[in-house]
């Protein structure tokens, strides 16, 4: 519960950081729907995505844009007070652009070992790099 | 000796011959035969006594013959002859009293010898016999001692037998309330490989789809593992059930599809018990409890391999390995551990911590060539190595939390 009010505390932060500020980072949650984020070109951003890795889901970039590259792909450490498998973690994505410009980067959640994975959830974030 | 018989009974048949000629001429002549007729004729005979058995007896037909012929009657009557003594007639001298005395003497004594050596001899077959009867009484005395003997030696060892089986029985009924593996089975860790993982000695890899229910998975197969281990019967439990119901000692739920951890399952396995996934199907979500009732598939005892349930070493791994059977365990899943195909998997991803793992997993087996455990996962057998992966020792936090258990016989 405490880790679910840390995301949506994360999520309201990053939300207004990113009307106010234009932010490098957004976090996503299962259902949020179609996001928009600023990003200045040469800034990484990062984008944060909810996710079950112990059931073999995970979030993979269904298409990287040419002039956007992937500085780093990570799995949020986090310090646990209590044992617990198979809860929610966080996947990071750095991202830095190199143009300006309108892009959309598309996450599909799915089991992406098998040989047609089908997307479980699918979230597509709108990047408009100034 | 068998001539002498021959010459005495042709002696004898002679002297009857001649009786009898005497009576035939006897009683044919007996008016007009005198005492000097009969010594004449007693002579003419005596001559004859060398006849053969045939020429006796033809003489005899002889005799018959001419009595016939002659219409003669054979009878007996007082004569001139009985006048005489046979050893006058024959010539013969008949023994004096004093000889007759010492000949009785003799043949007494010989009889008296004979009798005693009869006597003797007779007791001697009677004390052989004796002995005899004796001996094979002891024979069977003996044999018969020594089957009595056997049988008590025999029953003797059978109740031994018994007691210590019965011993042994309790023994290994308190020592499989310790263990899910016999001693006598328990395979050995300086073994460079092994793995409970055979047609035998596993159940197959389940499919825990989107749920957060790894630990629910990992209880199950832990406790169907050795199960099977334990009583050789293969059992499919309800992850559904353990998802609904488990709550721990505290009375907390043991997890949801949103995580949770094997060690409350487990202590809800020790009072209640699992139900088979026939009565209560998986649907992948977490649902309302169908059924607290009582099972008779309970966890007699369960522990963390090290007290503060960190990650044990490989010996203290595989000692509990080689014990309990499989184990439950966790370790780190990343993207790159998903993406598992075969090989060992040896990312060693950062952690910030022996406790930073993620997933609930089973732990089966190990190889020191590979420096890796096997372990079984809930991902479905089309995943990583029919559902497998060997992870290196120490990677990924692999075996915190590593937790062992008794299942009920």
Not at chain 2, 65 to 84: R, S
Not at chain 2, 175 to 196: E, G, H, K, Y
Not at chain 2, 318 to 330: F, P, Q, R, S, V
Request: aromatic share 10%; hydrophobic share 35%.
């Amino acid at each position: 519960m405490t880790f679910k009010k840390y995301i949506f505390s994360l999520t309201i932060f990053a939300f207004l950081l990113s009307g106010c500020v234009n932010t490098p980072e957004i976090i996503v949650k299962t259902g949020s729907g179609e996001q928009i984020i600023t990003a200045k070109t040469g800034k990484p951003f990062t984008i944060s995505l909810e996710a079950q890795l112990s059931t073999g889901y995970s979030w993979k970039l269904q298409e990287l844009p040419a002039s956007i590259k992937i500085v780093k792909e990570s799995v949020l450490d986090e310090k646990k007070n209590v044992n617990i498998t198979g809860g929610y973690e966080i996947q990071e994505f750095v991202f830095k652009p190199a143009e300006k410009g309108d892009f959309t980067l598309t996450f599909n959640y799915a089991q992406h070992w098998k040989k047609k994975p089908e997307f479980e959830k699918t979230n597509a974030i709108k990047v408009k790099v100034e | 000796m068998k001539k002498t018989v021959t010459t005495k009974f042709k002696a004898f048949t002679g002297l009857i011959l001649i009786l009898v000629l005497t009576l035939t001429s006897s009683t044919v002549n007996a008016q007009k035969t005198t005492r000097e007729d009969i010594l004449k004729k007693f002579k003419q005979d005596k001559q004859r006594i060398g006849r053969t058995d045939d020429e006796i007896k033809q003489t005899m037909n002889d005799v018959v013959a001419d009595l016939k012929k002659k219409n003669k009657k054979f009878t007996v009557e007082l004569n001139e002859m009985m006048k005489y003594k046979i050893s006058e007639i024959t010539g013969t001298k008949p023994p004096s009293p004093d000889e007759l005395r010492r000949l009785e003497d003799e043949k007494r004594k010989k009889e008296e010898i004979a009798r005693k050596k009869a006597e003797r001899q007779r007791q001697e077959e009677l004390k052989r016999l004796e002995e005899e009867r004796k001996r094979r009484e002891a024979e069977i005395n003996q044999e018969s001692d020594r089957k009595k003997q056997e049988e008590l030696r025999r029953q003797e060892e059978e109740r031994r037998k018994q007691e210590e089986r019965k011993r042994n029985d309790d023994l290994n009924r308190a020592d499989m309330n310790d263990r899910n593996i016999p001693t006598d089975l328990m395979p050995s860790i300086t073994l460079p490989f092994f793995a409970w993982n055979g047609a035998k000695t596993s159940t197959i890899v389940q499919h825990q789809g989107v749920c957060g229910s790894c630990w629910a998975f990992t209880s199950a197969a832990v406790y169907e593992t050795n199960y099977l281990l334990k009583n050789g019967e293969t059992l499919d439990l309800s992850e559904q059930a353990i998802l609904d119901c488990a709550v721990d000692k505290n009375g907390k739920d043991a997890g949801s599809c949103e995580g949770g951890w094997y060690g409350g399952v487990f202590d809800y396995m020790t009072v209640k018990g699992a139900r088979t996934e026939k009565e209560d199907p998986y649907k992948g979500k977490t649902g309302f409890c169908s059924s607290s009732a009582k099972t008779k598939y309970s966890v007699v005892k369960w522990g963390y391999i090290r007290r503060d349930a960190g990650i044990p070493s490989v010996k203290e791994m595989k000692e509990a390995i080689a014990k309990y059977g499989a184990i439950a365990a966790t370790v780190k899943v990343t993207p790159a551990f998903q993406a598992y195909k075969s090989g060992v998997f040896d990312e060693f991803a950062s952690v910030s911590g022996a406790n930073d793992v993620n997933h609930a997993i089973t732990i089966v087996g190990w190889d020191d060539n590979k420096k890796a455990y096997l372990v079984k996962n809930s991902w479905g057998p089309n995943w990583g190595d029919k559902g497998y992966i060997w992870v290196e020792y120490g990677s990924n936090n692999i075996g915190y939390g590593a937790a062992w258990i008794i299942v009920s016989q």
